[in-house]
């Protein structure tokens, strides 16, 4: 995938000035959380695609929404995410990590990495992230939760703890973020004359339909093992989630090609 033109790249700029700036004005994010978003998304949109921006966009209102859904219940549980729910810059960077290593192999022009491969990593990382945040954010609020390990009994907020309200979540946001996806990154794209960044057949988009659960399963196991031991905390456990979604994405395309 060639860099951006500058037409492009002062497009990105602008895109992602405002939406750093609204997400910090809504409280979304902290300044250091603005700053990392800042820059993640100068370097997807420059070195991936703007397209992609969107897509950032998308998961960055879901989650918003996510998160102040019945937040003064979560807060009153002790178990909101900041003080107002807002994410800082650790946090930022773990979920952007995958999504702009994809970029930036992409634009590297290595050729075992097509643009419309990078397209679907990209979404399928995306999809991890989404379907945890859904997954934490309501799912916190079941109160039979069970440790995904050995499905005992937890208390709600538990590192690892599952339960039916947050997989349905989390199998709601893996298809909404798969189907949003295909809607910018192919249907509207291919339409106006952009570059399409997703492949023509519309079964793909199973890929990052299922890589968002499974991603978020991995996730969670992770939570209930190593990081309830200590040996990583909750932003290590989301960059390896998404990351490990990212590839079992690119290893799928492998298989399937």
């Known amino acids: ?11 990105t700029f602008s895109l992602c000035l405002a939406l750093s700036s609204l997400a910090y004005y809504k409280q979304v994010l902290t300044k250091g959380g603005t700053v990392a978003a800042f820059v993640i998304g100068m370097i997807i949109g420059i070195a991936g695609d703007v397209t992609w921006l969107f897509l950032l966009l998308f998961f960055l209102l879901s989650s918003f929404a996510a998160t102040k859904y019945r937040f003064a219940l979560k807060e009153a549980m002790g178990v909101q995410e900041g003080k107002k729910g807002e994410r800082g810059a650790m946090n930022v960077l773990a979920n952007g990590f995958a999504p702009t290593a994809v970029a930036l192999l992409s634009t590297l022009n290595l050729g ?36 995904i390990t ?9 590192d690892g703890g599952i339960s039916v309200l947050g997989e349905v979540c989390a199998i709601g946001a893996s298809l909404y973020t798969a189907l949003f996806g295909w809607l910018i990154l192919y249907f509207l794209s291919s339409r106006v004359g952009l570059t399409v960044t997703l492949p023509p057949e519309s079964w793909f988009l199973l890929i990052p339909a299922v890589v968002g659960f499974l991603g978020c399963q991995i996730d969670s196991v992770l939570g209930a093992t190593v990081e309830r031991r200590g040996w990583i905390h909750k932003k290590g456990v989301n960059l390896v989630a998404t990351s490990t979604g990212a590839l079992i994405a690119y290893l799928l395309l492998l298989w399937l090609a």
Request: aromatic content about 8%; overall charge positive.
């Open 112 to 147: 075992f990495v097509p643009v419309t491969w990078a397209g679907l990593a990209f979404l399928s990382a995306l999809a991890v992230a989404g379907a945890d945040t859904l997954a934490s954010e309501i799912g916190v609020l079941s109160d039979k939760a069970r440790l």
């Open 150 to 158: 050995t499905f005992k009994r937890v208390k709600a907020g538990t």
């Open 1 to 11: 995938m060639p860099i951006a033109t500058i037409e492009s790249a002062v497009l």
